[in-house]
């Protein structure tokens, strides 16, 4: 008989992962603490914005015309556990208020509430990303009879329909071959497509995830220094990217200098880790990512001072600053740990006038920064703006025309904190242009 599947968490990972099980041909019940996502999501309603997600869920929810049926959506752990072979575990792990370390409250409540309902046979896999040693630790939490996996997730936010449909590895940590061999057949589709499946244990499969943020955490740093470099030495960061990315050995992905990384994952995921690392006395070996967060801190505080600088130096004080873009990437309306936000706060409690616009993230963006200004369109936000900053790199912003928006601004001056705008484009129309890590390109 198929399996049927559980999503526990139906949040950026969990509602992505739930419409995929149901396009890969499985029934699925998802399930979510917050009773209005689990009432949007019900309606077919994507609470959070993820290209081709919404596409994907009405495919499949039941009762919407025309979808599979297949996926539906509950409070009920009861149900949950009567309902499901496989259930994968999706919940936060945010970083702990106030501490490096990862908040597993989560996680903790979320295997507690299904725990005791759990029927014999039950398959319960992890998702969520964890500190090494908490597969163990959880496994213990589960009553006889039943089994747990680790199966950390490596989607990217904008492109995660596409990744976990298509991803391009599959980790699991098992203690059985049984987990390995349900969890080969819930993976059959995309293996049998060619996604590698690694088999490991428990700590490794934590570690691999935890290794990779790192990992491409490091490489944003890298060339984040290599800007500072460049910003001193009057280099061209964007052309030393180039240039070393032609050695495939270093390949040119993750290269790009600008206001550094943010979001849900990298900076609390390599926080995370050091706070681990130094619990299993193994501190020493990770001390290296502090540098990597510093760096990446650093950047957003360069970006405010250039801001100051294009202002003349001095106070931001009835300055008026345009932002264009809120959230941490394009193709997201994800603002955690944003960049763009970080710095918009800060030059707006230094006294500056700020105005965001960003194509999807403005309603997130206004939650957590109730006092800043919103603008509905870019037009709107340049208006009267004495610099206009360019910090996520929206295709909507890469195709504004520099003479329409030169018509409306008080001064055309703009910086490119995602070195991603053509510098060309902007100069012919009379703006002096300034990207980060590129004094003199
Ligand atoms: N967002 C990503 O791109 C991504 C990618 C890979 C891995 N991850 C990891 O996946 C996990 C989830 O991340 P996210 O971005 O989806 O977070 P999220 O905050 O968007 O979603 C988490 C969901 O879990 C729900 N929840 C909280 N406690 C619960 C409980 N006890 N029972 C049931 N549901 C509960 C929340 O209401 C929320 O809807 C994290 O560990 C994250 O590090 C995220
Ligand atoms: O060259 C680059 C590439 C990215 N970034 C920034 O880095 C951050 C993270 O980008 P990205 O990794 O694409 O976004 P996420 O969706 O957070 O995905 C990361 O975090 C997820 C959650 O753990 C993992 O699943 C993914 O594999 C991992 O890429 C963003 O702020 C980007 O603007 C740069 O500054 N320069």
């Not at 957590?368 to 369109?377: E, I, N, Q, V």
Request: aromatic content about 8%; hydrophobic content about 45%.
């Amino acid at each position: 008989m198929a399996l049927k599947i559980t999503v526990i968490g139906t949040g950026y990972l969990g509602a992505t992962h739930a419409a995929a099980m149901a396009e890969l041909g499985f029934e699925v019940l998802g399930l979510d603490v917050v009773p209005e996502k689990i009432e949007m999501l019900t309606r077919g309603e994507v609470p959070m914005y993820e290209p081709g997600l919404e596409e994907l869920l009405r495919k499949h929810v039941a009762g919407i015309e025309g979808s599979t049926g297949r996926l539906r959506f509950t409070m009920d752990w009861a149900e949950v556990a009567e309902f499901g072979d496989v259930h994968f575990v999706c919940v936060n792990t945010p970083q702990k208020h106030g501490e490096y370390a990862c908040d597993m409250s989560y996680v903790d409540a979320a295997f507690s509430s299904l725990a005791p309902h759990l029927k014999a046979g039950a398959l319960v896999v992890g998702k969520s990303t964890v500190p090494v040693g908490s597969a163990a630790r959880l496994a213990t939490l589960l009553p006889e009879g039943t089994d747990l996996a680790w199966n950390p997730e490596f989607l990217r936010e904008g492109f995660a329909v596409q990744d976990t449909l298509h991803p391009d590895r599959i980790v699991v940590g098992v203690r059985s071959e049984r987990a390995e061999k349900i969890l080969r057949d819930v993976y059959a589709a995309p293996v049998g497509q060619g996604s590698p499946f690694v088999v490991t244990d428990f700590p490794t499969a934590e570690l691999v995830k935890t290794a990779a943020n790192s990992f491409l955490a490091t490489k944003i740093s890298f060339i984040n220094a290599m800007a500072e470099v460049c910003e001193a030495a009057d280099g061209d960061v964007a052309k030393l990217a180039e240039a070393i990315g032609h050695d495939d050995r270093i390949g040119s992905k993750f290269l790009r200098a600008g206001i550094g990384f943010g979001g849900g994952c990298l900076p609390k995921d390599i926080r995370a880790f050091m706070a681990r690392a130094g619990e299993l006395g193994a501190d020493q070996a990770l001390t290296f990512l502090r540098e990597i967060d510093s760096i990446n801190m650093r950047r957003r505080g360069q970006m405010v001072e250039m801001t100051r600088e294009a202002l003349g130096g001095g106070s931001f004080l009835g300055k008026r600053v345009a932002v264009l873009g809120a959230t941490f990437k394009p193709d997201s309306d994800d603002v955690r740990d944003s960049p763009a936000m970080n710095v918009a706060g800060q030059i707006h409690l230094q006294g500056g006038q700020v105005t965001v616009y960003d194509p999807k993230g403005n309603a997130n963006a206004r939650r957590l920064f109730p006092t800043l200004g919103f603008a509905d369109s870019v037009l709107d936000a340049v208006r009267g703006a004495d610099v206009v900053l360019h910090l996520t790199e929206w295709r909507e912003f890469r195709e504004l025309d520099a003479e329409l928006l030169g018509g409306v601004v008080a001064s055309r001056v703009i910086l490119d904190g995602r070195n991603a705008l053509d510098p060309a484009v902007w100069r012919e129309a009379g703006w002096t242009y300034r990207a980060m890590g590129r004094p003199t390109a």
